[in-house]
C-alpha cells in the first residue's frame, strides 16, 4: 500500500499499472492529474486473510485547487508468483 500511495505522489501510473491485479486493471490508461498534491498516509489497519490475500484500511490525504479532500479506503491485495497486487477497494 505504501508503495502505491508513494506511486500517486510521485505520478508513477506506469507503477499502479504494474502493481494493479490483471482481472481487475482498467482497460484505459490511468491518467494522474499534475494538480494534486497528497498530503500523507495513515495505514489504520491491515490484515492477513491467508498466506496470499490481505486487506489494508487507510486514509489518504491530498489538496486540489486549495481544498483538501481525504480518501478512506479498505483495500484487497492477492500475492502471485510471491508478489502482491491491489485487487479492488471499496470507498469508506
Do not use: C
Not at 491467508?50 to 487507510?58: C, P
Amino acid at each position: 500500500m505504501r508503495s502505491r500511495y508513494s506511486a500517486f505522489v510521485r505520478g508513477l501510473a506506469d507503477y499502479l499499472v504494474q502493481t494493479w491485479h490483471p482481472s481487475t486493471r482498467p482497460i484505459e490508461p490511468i491518467e494522474l492529474d499534475p494538480g494534486v498534491r497528497w498530503l500523507g498516509l495513515e495505514v489504520r489497519r491491515h490484515a492477513a486473510l491467508d498466506a496470499d490475500h490481505a486487506v489494508v484500511e487507510f486514509v489518504a490525504r491530498s489538496k486540489f485547487g486549495g481544498r483538501a479532500t481525504r480518501l478512506h479506503e479498505t483495500s484487497r491485495f492477492v500475492r502471485e508468483a510471491g508478489r502482491w497486487y491491489y485487487l479492488d477497494g471499496q470507498v469508506r
